[in-house]
């Protein structure tokens, strides 16, 4: 790659990845010529652009990375999936399997690693909708959701 080459690069509004790129983006550090133009979105926004081969470089869902590994390649460091640092399912009361199975769930998209694990725990719940990643909270708090699907992202914000 040359060091005139412009690189797309998707990622989350999210404050831990605003605060990887914030230096890459304003020079703060040598990209050795390269340069970079920010696509900010919601990580199903950016599993979708993906998918369309419209990202040179992008965040992206492991669920949606495992469908596309002919055409990214994984890095070895910026992932936010592990030991308490994982998907959270939420509600205003506790709820039982079968409830949760009846349920009507936010989730942050159905390409998401969030979805698959959630799919993976209740694989009979099957009454889910799409809501971007920072509504999820007060869908369920309004009562348009009986649960919510939350990821890193409304974890640290």
């Known amino acids: 790659m040359s060091n005139d080459t412009l690189i797309t690069l998707g990622f989350s509004p999210c404050p831990n990845d605003t605060f990887i790129f914030e230096a890459m983006l304003h020079g703060r550090v040598d990209t050795e010529g390269l340069r970079f133009e920010p696509v900010i979105e919601d990580v199903e926004a950016l599993n979708r652009r993906a ?92 009562g348009e959701a009986d649960a919510g699907l939350i990821i890193d992202e409304n974890r640290f914000t």
């Open 51 to 142: 998918f369309a081969g419209e990202l040179l470089a992008t965040k992206l869902s492991y669920h949606a990375y495992a469908h596309l590994t002919n055409r990214y390649v994984l890095l070895d460091a910026g992932s936010a999936l592990g030991n308490q640092c994982g998907p959270l399912l939420i509600a205003k009361r506790s709820l039982s399997e079968a409830e949760v199975n009846q349920a009507r769930i936010a989730i942050p998209g159905k390409m998401t690693t969030a979805n698959f694990l959630l799919s993976m725990a209740f694989p009979n719940a099957i009454n889910k909708y799409e809501v971007v990643f920072s509504g999820i909270e007060q869908a369920v708090l309004n």
